[in-house]
């Protein structure tokens, strides 16, 4: 028999090893995605949060729309300047005696002519029927939701692939994997603050590295 050279043989243990290994791998593999699809799951949605910052900036479209059709009726209600004028005024009249003309007077008449006026004109500017200069801030407002859409859903699925390198592939330094964890967690504030603190209470606060050692592969940290 044919002895077997020993760097055969180590090629053979090491394909050994690594056939034993792939099963437990793709476990560990298989355990790390079902844990990141239970957090996501437990998260709100990219519409939920969409929702929350057009809610929290009072940009909603139905608010906008309502804005712009009052600014197109505006034309119809006319310009209302209300004011009240007031007049004050007192006359005496004094009849002397004529047998006694050293006395003051004989009789005396007083008489009073306060007026008080209200007048509520109004005036109507027709042109703003065919167009209103309100409804260039109006347009302004839907640039504003575009702007604030797009930023919230940027933040939102950075958000989530950072959480997924955590999850799925943690780094083996220590400093990485701290770097990485204080990026989530600034995604997670960011978020926060332009939901008006609606994503904070829905988001997950689990500890990181027992998350991470739960479902993940041989990368995972004790």
Do not use: C
């Not at 139905?62 to 004028?85: H, N, Q, T, V, Y």
């Amino acid at each position: 028999m044919t002895p077997i050279k020993p760097v055969v043989a180590a090629g053979l243990l090491l394909l050994a090893a690594s056939a034993f290994a792939a099963p437990e791998k793709q476990a560990h593999k298989t355990a790390a995605t079902a844990r990141l699809r239970e957090i996501v799951q437990g998260e709100p949605t990219i519409k939920d949060v969409q929702q929350a910052a057009l809610a929290y900036y009072q940009l909603e479209p139905d608010r906008i729309r309502s804005m712009a059709k009052w600014a197109r009726r505006k034309g119809l209600l006319p310009e209302i300047d209300a004011g009240i004028d007031s007049t004050l005024g007192h006359n005496f009249n004094n009849t002397q005696d004529a047998l006694y003309p050293n006395f003051d007077f004989k009789e005396r008449q007083r008489g009073s002519s306060d007026q008080r006026v209200w007048h509520v004109p109004g005036v109507w500017d027709l042109s703003r029927l065919a167009y209103n200069p309100e409804q260039l801030d109006i347009m302004t407002l839907n640039s504003l939701q575009e702007t604030l859409i797009r930023e919230v859903t940027t933040l939102y699925f950075s958000r989530r692939r950072a959480l997924a390198g955590l999850i799925l592939s943690p780094p083996q330094d220590d400093e990485d994997l701290y770097d990485q964890e204080l990026r989530l967690e600034e995604l997670t504030a960011t978020l926060d603050s332009f939901t008006g603190g609606k994503f904070a209470p829905r988001a997950w606060h689990g500890d990181i590295l027992s998350g991470a050692a739960a479902g993940a592969g041989p990368g995972a940290r004790p």
